[in-house]
């Protein structure tokens, strides 16, 4: 007993001892608060947030009161506080969602114009008017696809258009625990999405001083594509103005498969190398000139300017989520040169992330912001660590951009690989050499001769540094190609279970932030977070809409049918961590029988597939478990009967292998504010059947 409170007294006086130190713990507690309020099966109550702020002011109150545990008691405040944001976040957002799909007139501003992962145009109006909808219930914002001949529309932002659409409400999870769509949509306050094959209608001209940026924007992109042809100029176009919808298609699944894509996001890096480029170019520049050295502080001046030009570079750009985290970041880090403080430390991390998880924490969720986080701490502990061997003196000034090239790669691909592993489910190979033979054109020619073009463009002198630009992008796009060309440049990884990157991260964030020894023990929860992420069974059986099964074997996932569900199919194909496709799962064996009518087994059990229309055959149900039909049909037994009016509910139903036999896990089995699930709702499978009743 004695030797357990000598241990309990040491450790408060070690955390008394780190008193300052563990600011960093902040955003993490934040974090986990969020998390919390994501995890919920059903959206909190007045009660539930009532009793978070009771714990908020009980913190404070402790916190005076109770000195010795007031670390604990900060991080249980800080808890409380990320569950309270979520809840002040959904009241700030909330907008109307569309119920169920229409046909009809939809007309709106045009806010945005960009391309879907298939490579048609898309526009997101705002301001919109839908046919026999009640404004109340009308989105906010809607998301158009432009399908078939729409050259005579140009779609600028600020204009008014009118089109006949197709529109549903934003899709959920392909399955149990794949990425929310639906989710991160209304938290961008879009209500609706979907497609016109009908002419659409230029019906109103910008009004004046309407969409300025917008309008900026796009005439900014369209002049640069003009001096730049083809993929270069729509590079080009992208890093500097976000508008990436000139790319092709194979363009940007080089960029992804040569783990070069995070180039063309306007995210962290490019921020950091046009204001890298700024703060230098005018500090440097001001030194050069006694006069103005010996009376200003170059520095300062500097900061305050380059500050300035990130934040129009944000409006430029279009101000999404990646590019107001990288503002953020920078602004944290010019702020503190401004007030005389170091400012590439843990601490402005700390505090970047903070301000970002108070304002917008559904970001914690996303790829972007756990990968550029993850990229920057690892950059400066490894820099820190690094220090002695890269002080100024010891190598070659050539040599020592050299190293500090080959250290930024290595410690940024490993810091972020376990993520984009588990979002994008693959590991581009050679993404390390294609880095390195393309992060110093990023930053030594793409972005400065990005930014003198804009500086010059007024005076009609943008041709040689537009001519600069365009090497460094067609290098760059040279590089994707090539080693995306390269056999096995990309290894598909299996989707992690939804516990993995919690623990990896609280694991990572306490070996990094945690001054003292016990730091080590994070390794313990990586190490767990592996383990898991390795012994992760993947559903056996998948059920989507239109009589779409998918069922594992072998040789990988089989799907029923060729038509129908695509982005589904390929979403179930790259959480196994197979990248085949869907010729080649169609292919593969796991239905028997004839088209319309297809027959699987699964745990001993068996399943019937049947195409619309087709009617359920005599005494099927006490021959299979399962059947599944797009159009429900009344059963002659025991069987669970799965139509496209139940998915309509539970959304994709996934069957799994559990120790205590076979399980069903619906994608949406809760209520949250931006989906409703059925509440209650309990599916079953009867015992199982004989082996040879997949024969019959």
């Known amino acids: ?26 955003p993490v507690g934040l974090g986990i608060g969020i998390g919390l309020w994501f995890q919920r099966g059903q959206d909190p109550g007045a009660a539930d947030y009532l009793l978070a702020a009771g714990g908020v002011l009980l913190a404070l109150l402790l916190h005076r009161m109770w000195e010795v545990a007031q670390p604990f008691v900060v991080l249980v405040a800080c808890i409380l506080c990320g569950f309270l944001a979520c809840g002040a976040r959904v009241q700030v957002v ?35 008017w839908m046919e026999d909808l009640a404004p109340d219930e009308t989105p906010g914002r809607v998301r158009l696809s432009l399908q078939g001949d729409q050259r005579w529309l140009d779609p600028e932002p600020g204009s008014w258009v009118m089109a006949t659409a197709f529109l549903s409400p934003p899709q959920g999870p392909t399955e149990p625990g794949a990425f929310d769509f639906r989710q991160m949509a209304f938290f961008d306050g879009l209500g609706a999405v979907g497609y016109t094959r009908m002419p659409v209608l230029r019906w109103q001209d910008p009004a004046p001083g309407d969409a300025r940026i917008g309008r900026l924007r796009a005439y900014l992109s369209s002049a640069i594509q003009t001096r730049i042809p083809g993929d270069a100029g729509a590079f080009a176009a992208g890093v500097l103005t976000g508008d990436r919808s000139g790319l092709s298609r194979d363009a940007v699944d080089a960029l992804r498969d040569s783990s070069l894509a995070h180039l063309l996001a306007i995210s962290g890096m490019n921020m950091a190398f046009l204001i890298g480029f700024v703060f230098a170019l005018l500090r440097y520049g001001m030194a050069l000139i006694p006069p103005v050295a010996l009376r200003v502080d170059s520095k300062k001046v500097a900061a305050t300017v380059s500050l300035g ?124 050499v294609a880095n390195l033979l393309t992060g110093p054109v990023m930053g030594i020619v793409v972005m400065p001769a990005g ?53 990896l991260s609280l694991g990572l964030c306490w070996l990094v932030f945690w001054p003292g020894r016990w730091r080590w023990g994070g390794l313990v929860a990586v190490l767990a977070a592996g383990l898991v992420w ?11 809409a239109g009589g779409l099964v998918g069922v594992a074997g072998p040789e990988g996932r089989a799907i029923s049918t060729a038509r129908g569900g695509g982005f589904m199919v390929e979403n179930w194909l790259e959480n196994d961590g197979d990248l085949a ?17 297809q027959v699987f087994g699964f745990g001993g059990r068996t399943g019937l597939v049947l195409a619309r229309g087709e009617p359920v055959p005599a005494g099927a149900c006490l021959r299979h478990a399962l059947i599944v039909r797009p159009d429900p049909a009344e059963q002659d037994g025991p069987c669970l009967m799965i139509s496209d009016d139940l998915l309509a ?18 994608t949406q089995s809760g ?24 024969d019959q």
Not at 2 to 16: H, I, N, P
Not at 97 to 118: F, H, K, N, P
Not at 367 to 382: C, E, K, Y
Not at 463 to 479: D, F, K, S, T
Request: glycine share 10%; aromatic share 8%.
């Open 309 to 432: 030009v990130a934040g129009f570079y944000l409006l430029l750009s279009g101000a999404n989520v990646a590019t107001e985290r990288a503002f953020i970041m920078v602004a944290v880090m010019l702020v503190a040169v401004i007030l005389d403080r170091r400012a590439i430390t843990l601490r402005s991390v700390a505090i970047a992330a903070t301000i970002l998880l108070a304002w917008q924490p559904e970001a914690l969720l996303s790829p972007g912001f756990q990968m550029s986080f993850a990229a920057t701490i690892a950059l400066i502990v490894g820099f820190r660590a690094m220090s002695n061997h890269l002080e100024p003196g010891r190598w070659p000034r050539w040599v020592q951009m050299m190293l500090a090239l080959l250290l930024s790669s290595l410690l940024g691909g490993i810091a972020t690989a376990p993520y984009a592993a588990a979002h994008f489910n693959r590991f581009a190979d050679y993404g390390l």
């Open 1 to 26: 007993m004695a030797g357990a409170a000598a241990l309990a007294g040491r450790m408060v006086a070690g955390l008394q001892g780190l008193r300052g130190e563990l600011f960093a713990f902040v």
């Open 451 to 503: 930014a003198v073009a804009a500086v010059v463009a007024p005076f009609g002198l943008s041709a040689l540094p537009l001519w600069v630009m365009e090497q460094g992008c067609r290098w760059i796009l040279y590089v994707a190609h090539e080693i995306a060309a390269v056999e096995g440049a990309v290894t598909a990884i299996p989707a992690p279970p939804t516990v993995v990157l919690p623990i």
């Open 534 to 544: 390795l012994q992760a069974d993947r559903p056996i059986v998948l059920i989507g």
């Open 581 to 597: 496709g869907r010729t080649a799962a169609l292919a593969r064996a796991g239905f028997v029988g004839v088209a319309g009518a």
């Open 94 to 128: 909330a907008a109307p969602i569309l119920t169920e799909e229409r046909y009809g007139a939809v007309m709106g501003r045009i806010l945005e114009v960009d391309r879907s992962q298939a490579g048609a145009l898309r526009v997101t109006l705002d301001r919109v």
């Open 649 to 666: 509910k539970t959304g994709t139903i996934a069957i799994v292998a559990g120790h205590e036999g076979i399980n069903i896990r619906l």
């Open 671 to 694: 209520t949250r504010v931006w989906s409703r699930g059925p509440v209650g709702l309990d599916l079953a499978l009867p015992a199982p059947v004989p082996p040879d009743a997949v």
